[in-house]
């Protein structure tokens, strides 16, 4: 997208801090320039301004002008070319800029906004026709982002050329992030995501928010049903809350291809069909979706993206998913116990689960306010019985040891073209692929013992409260 008129990244000096918020997000900038009534340049303002004028008071009906900056670096419209370091305050400039970054100039002719360059730091214009209007995301906030899927996420994030700040209670440990504590732009907050105060500071200084904490999986959520209420419902109606107050405008939601539930017909399941929960996770999932959409307007713009069950290795891993536990005593015992067989289920590997929360980051965020997506594949819905196949022909040594009994009742096939469509997604790992993983991993010795405590949600949740009771 590029803004061919300038109007689109103008605003009058007395519009709301919500209504240039609003402005901002439409074009993709996170800038715009500020004029007088009488049409005349005054200065220009960022987000950012706008978010740290909030957290220090002021009120979203606020005049833009009040967090203008009115000494702002410009160019005048005879002065532009391809060098234009000379007519610029380049020390300045370097301070709004960091290594890698343009700045956006306002193009200025007799007091009157004529247009926008983009400038390097070195005072370079680097595009000569009009300003790409790009990514205005720079610091993500990744809540629960220690966990099994977000510290994978994380170093995506950071690899994509992100600043990640992670908010987490490291609940089951902080091995997932402890190796990225030298990267400066990598910030771990240890803090719990029902408090408003760790919240609040979390995002300070962030444009987007992944929210991934949870009480994760129908066992653990079982457990203490008040814990997981807590959890999994009121923690994300409170930071959404909190974002959508402070201006941070997209919040990414992770959803759960479990609340399908069960479906006796067998149908590809989309966005728009009809939710079966059978469990408290998917109930409070549901519920926390129902609350974020209910909230969006022209300045929160939540998307939710419904996972199918995910596998694959993880900084933090986990040994309590089908694909990742099959693999472990398929190497161990030498059998891949198989219960059921029949039911069908949507699978993901959790690098492209990570990938599925970029792609909606970097869409223009038109394209992805209040949209739910489910996240998968529709190759990847195999019944369980076909996954135990999968992973036995990485482990040939080990055989298939049917229990004809099933202790879970979900069912389902998911339908996952919308996300293909609207985003141009596609998954690139295999079970397979994850089960070779494993395999290696294992014979590696970096899990010389999967059935311990840390490698299950339930088995964790379960020690903390039987250590909390004695």
Same mark, same amino acid.
């Given at each position: ?17 919500? $209504? ?6 439409? %074009? ?7 004029? /007088? ?39 005048? !419209? ?10 610029? +305050? ?42 790409? !209007? ?17 510290? %994978? ?9 992100? +600043? ?32 408003? !105060? ?67 017909? /067998? ?18 999932? @549901? +519920? ?39 693999? #472990? ?6 059998? @891949? ?15 492209? #689960?990570a990938r599925a929360y970029i ?7 038109? *394209? ?7 996240v998968g594949s529709n190759a ?8 135990? $196949? ?17 202790? *879970? ?11 293909? *469509? ?11 692929? !994850? ?8 014979? $590696?010795?970096?899990?010389p013992d999967y059935t311990k405590?840390?490698?299950? /949600? ?13």
């Open positions: 997208m590029t803004l061919d008129n300038p109007n689109d990244m103008t605003v009058s000096a007395d519009a709301s801090l919500a $209504e240039t918020m609003r402005t901002m997000d439409r %074009v993709g900038t996170g800038f715009v320039a500020v004029v /007088n009534d009488d049409g005349r340049f005054r200065g220009t303002a960022t987000d950012g301004d706008i978010r740290r004028g909030i957290l220090d008071g002021l009120d979203l009906d606020t005049a833009i002008a009040e967090v203008t900056t009115e000494d702002s670096v410009v160019l005048n !419209a005879e002065d532009v070319s391809g060098d234009v370091s000379g007519r610029l +305050d380049l020390e300045e400039l370097r301070r709004r800029t960091s290594d890698h970054e343009t700045l956006i100039v306002p193009v200025v002719s007799e007091g009157h906004v004529l247009g926008f360059e983009q400038v390097d730091r070195n005072g370079r214009v680097v595009s000569n026709q009009s300003v790409e !209007a790009g990514r205005n995301v720079e610091t993500v906030l990744v809540i629960g982002g220690a966990g099994y899927i977000g510290s %994978v996420l994380s170093r995506e994030l950071l690899s994509a050329g992100y +600043d990640v700040r992670v908010l987490d209670m490291l609940l089951y440990g902080r091995q997932g992030v402890e190796d990225l504590a030298d990267d400066d732009r990598f910030t771990l907050m240890e803090g719990d995501m029902r408090s408003i !105060a760790d919240v609040t500071e979390a995002i300070r200084g962030v444009d987007a928010v992944i929210h991934l904490g949870a009480l994760v999986g129908d066992p653990a959520s079982s457990i203490d049903a008040q814990k997981t209420l807590e959890m999994n419902l009121h923690a994300v109606r409170l930071a959404a809350g909190i974002c959508k107050y402070h201006q941070v405008n997209r919040f990414l939601f992770a959803s759960t291809c479990s609340v399908y539930g069960l479906d006796e017909e /067998n149908e590809l399941l989309t966005e728009t069909s009809e939710l079966n929960p059978v469990s408290l996770y998917a109930q409070t999932k @549901i +519920d926390s979706e129902e609350a974020l959409l209910d909230m969006a307007d022209g300045n929160f713009s939540p998307t939710i993206l419904r996972m199918a069950t995910i596998y694959g290795l993880s900084p933090r891993m986990r040994f309590d998913l089908v694909v990742n536990i099959l693999s #472990a005593k398929a190497h161990d015992e030498g059998r @891949i116990p198989i219960f059921g067989g029949d039911q069908y289920r949507p699978n993901v590997h959790v690098a492209d #689960a792609a909606c980051l970097e869409a223009p965020i038109q *394209d992805v306010s209040s949209e739910v997506f489910n990847q819905n195999y019944r369980v019985e076909e996954i135990g $196949e999968m992973v036995s022909e990485v482990f040939p040594d080990a055989t298939i040891d049917h229990q004809p009994e099933n202790e *879970d009742d979900r069912s389902y096939r998911v339908d996952f073209s919308k996300i293909h *469509d609207r985003l141009d997604y596609e998954v690139r790992r295999t079970i397979p692929d !994850a089960a070779r993983e494993i395999k290696q991993a294992l014979a $590696e010795g970096r899990f405590t840390r490698y299950s /949600n339930y088995k964790t949740l379960e020690s903390e409260l039987d250590a909390a009771e004695s």
